[in-house]
């Protein structure tokens, strides 16, 4: 076993006098610590619990090895099905119900498409005519002229 040593260091101030003199007194040791020597008894029931402790843990992972193994089978058995469904041609209503989103995806594009035309060809003309023509007449001093409107294009 170890042998541990302690050593110890006392300092001890004192003033005497009114001026402050110190007296310094400096105590230094050192003591030796043994640990007691297991006995044989005791090694064999450190050994014992110890090894009581390591069956529990690989008891509990060999449990958890289990339920994962069983996890993954479940798994493996939802992808074979899964390829079984792929390869049949799998679920046709599934197949109608997607098509259709699609579609009305795609009809909504369109509408948002045309608005988006109308609005750039409407914006065109406003930067061709910044600044409204205005005609003075005789009756009317000021009077606004609208520019002709253009044919809307069909998609």
């Given at each position: 076993?170890?042998?541990?040593?302690?050593?110890?260091?006392?300092?001890?101030?004192?003033?005497?006098?009114?001026?402050?003199?110190?007296?310094?007194?400096?105590?230094?040791?050192?003591?030796?610590?043994?640990?007691?020597?297991?006995?044989?008894?005791?090694?064999?029931?450190?050994?014992?619990?110890?090894?009581?402790?390591?069956?529990?843990?690989?008891?509990?992972?060999?449990?958890?090895?289990?339920?994962?193994?069983?996890?993954?089978?479940?798994?493996?058995?939802?992808?074979?099905?899964?390829?079984?469904?792929?390869?049949?041609?799998?679920?046709?209503?599934?197949?109608?119900?997607?098509?259709?989103?699609?579609?009305?995806?795609?009809?909504?594009?369109?509408?948002?498409?045309?608005?988006?035309?109308?609005?750039?060809e409407n914006l065109r003309r406003r930067a061709e005519n910044p600044v409204p023509h205005f005609q003075e007449t005789e009756t009317q001093p000021q009077k606004m002229v609208s520019p002709t409107p253009k044919p809307l294009?069909?998609?």
């Amino acid at each position: 076993m170890e042998k541990k040593v302690i050593t110890k260091t006392v300092t001890e101030t004192q003033r005497e006098e009114p001026r402050g003199k110190k007296i310094v007194r400096k105590i230094s040791g050192s003591t030796k610590v043994k640990e007691k020597k297991m006995t044989a008894r005791e090694r064999e029931e450190l050994l014992v619990e110890n090894f009581v402790g390591l069956q529990h843990a690989m008891t509990n992972m060999s449990i958890k090895f289990g339920a994962l193994s069983d996890n993954i089978s479940r798994l493996l058995e939802i992808f074979e099905e899964s390829a079984r469904n792929f390869m049949q041609g799998g679920d046709k209503s599934d197949n109608k119900d997607m098509l259709n989103k699609i579609n009305s995806l795609l009809d909504q594009n369109k509408t948002i498409a045309k608005g988006l035309v109308l609005m750039e060809e409407n914006l065109r003309r406003r930067a061709e005519n910044p600044v409204p023509h205005f005609q003075e007449t005789e009756t009317q001093p000021q009077k606004m002229v609208s520019p002709t409107p253009k044919p809307l294009p069909r998609i």
